[in-house]
T-cell receptor, first 116, second 117 residues
Framework: AQKVTQAQTEISVVEKEDVTLDCVYE???????LFWYKQPPSGELVFLIR??????QNEISGRYSWNFQKSTSSFNFTITASQVVDSAVYFC?????????????FGAGTQVVVTP | EAQVTQNPRYLITVTGKKLTVTCSQN?????MSWYRQDPGLGLRQIYY???????DKGDVPEGYKVSRKEKRNFPLILESPSPNQTSLYFC????????????????FGEGSRLTVL
């Protein structure tokens, strides 16, 4: 069963609009890590953020922000004032304590298309 | 520069012709793994290795082999490739230290796009 669900397959926005990517995860572990990776058209995977399960503080980094809510098992990602360079596939991923720490379980990804 | 290097980046082959995708990392990481990426499925782990001579199956190991004779190298072997192994493959490494500052963070190679005809 998929442990990380990204229900949005594709989101299209016009430049300067905000876009929020949803991520819902499933785990029985009390200790786990959540990640977001970006995959631009060139294909490489770029690490964006890691959160551990004990830190529910929201985080902002430039135009990126993340909303972690354990009560709803969600770790959503918002891009503010989107730009064409934000066009990419974004993956949410989970690493569990009971699994090997290096194993990430990925969602299916959300394609973000930003048009000028 | 810290990096994970995969070769080849692109490969077209035919069913049954054995091939190896090499992976090397220069960060002295203990943990290495292979993922495949398919549309609508995200990335799925094929095999992983906690250290030299320690490998184990991930979620989709069928049709693949790996070896870990040296810490820096973790090749992926397709003994008899089939068309359903056409995919984008990523090698990744991690320090693997639970609770450490980089816990769980994977460093990925640039990917190897494999087509099996």
């Amino acid at each position: 069963a998929q442990k990380v669900t990204q229900a949005q397959t594709e989101i299209s926005v016009v430049e300067k609009e905000d876009v929020t990517l949803d991520c819902v995860y499933e785990t029985r572990d009390t200790t786990y890590y959540l990640f977001w990776y970006k995959q631009p058209p060139s294909g490489e995977l770029v690490f964006l953020i890691r959160r551990n399960s004990f830190d529910e503080q929201n985080e902002i980094s430039g135009r990126y922000s993340w909303n972690f809510q354990k009560s709803t098992s969600s770790f959503n990602f918002t891009i503010t004032a989107s730009q064409v360079v934000d066009s990419a596939v974004y993956f949410c991923a989970l690493s569990e304590e009971t699994d090997s720490w290096g194993k990430l379980q990925f969602g299916a990804g959300t394609q973000v298309v930003v048009t000028p | 520069e810290a990096q994970v290097t995969q070769n080849p980046r692109y490969l077209i082959t035919v069913t049954g012709k054995k091939l190896t995708v090499t992976c090397s990392q220069n960060m002295n990481h203990e943990y290495m793994s292979w993922y495949r990426q398919d549309p609508g499925l995200g990335l799925r782990q094929i095999y992983y290795s906690m250290n030299v001579e320690a490998t184990d199956k991930g979620d989709v190991p069928e049709g693949y082999k790996v070896s870990r004779k040296e810490k820096r190298n973790f090749p992926l072997i397709l003994e008899s490739p089939s068309p359903n192994q056409t995919s984008l493959y990523f090698c990744a490494s991690s320090s693997g230290l639970a609770g450490g500052p980089n816990t769980g963070e994977l460093f990925f190679g640039e990917g190897s796009r494999l087509t099996v005809l």
